[in-house]
């Protein structure tokens, strides 16, 4: 599977973004799918999952009841939107292919897409 992330941008601290990641080859409604971020100097982190039966969505403490991931197998796309943003989500995002919590277990990686949050 193929994936390419978009929606990034600039935005002020408190403002939105929706970022989504688009699938193409087969299978995507089977694998579960992840956001992971790297801020400049810092390692890559965990963002937020959602399995394919998207039945246990998990998200980082830092983003949780601010993040929503949420996918449309049929469009063959995963989201997350991003609301009330700080400056310390500034990060190149990450889509991904495959399950839990560690960008080790996640095989198929996008090209990541910015986000800057200005203060």
């Known amino acids: 599977v193929q994936l390419q992330a978009s929606g990034g941008g600039l935005v002020q601290a408190g403002g939105s973004l929706r970022l989504s990641c688009a699938a193409s080859g087969r299978g995507f409604s089977t694998y579960g799918m992840g956001w992971f971020r790297q801020a400049p100097g810092k390692e890559r982190e965990f963002v937020a999952t959602?399995?394919?039966?998207?039945?246990?969505?998990v998200y980082a403490d830092a983003v949780k009841g601010r993040f929503t991931i949420s996918r449309d197998n049929a469009k063959k796309t995963v989201y997350l939107q991003m609301n009330s943003l700080k400056p310390e989500d500034t990060a190149v995002y990450s889509c991904a292919a495959g399950v839990g919590t560690s960008w080790r277990r996640y095989h198929y990686w996008g090209q990541g897409t910015k986000v800057t949050v200005s203060s």
């Open positions: 959602i399995p394919w039966r998207q039945d246990n969505i």
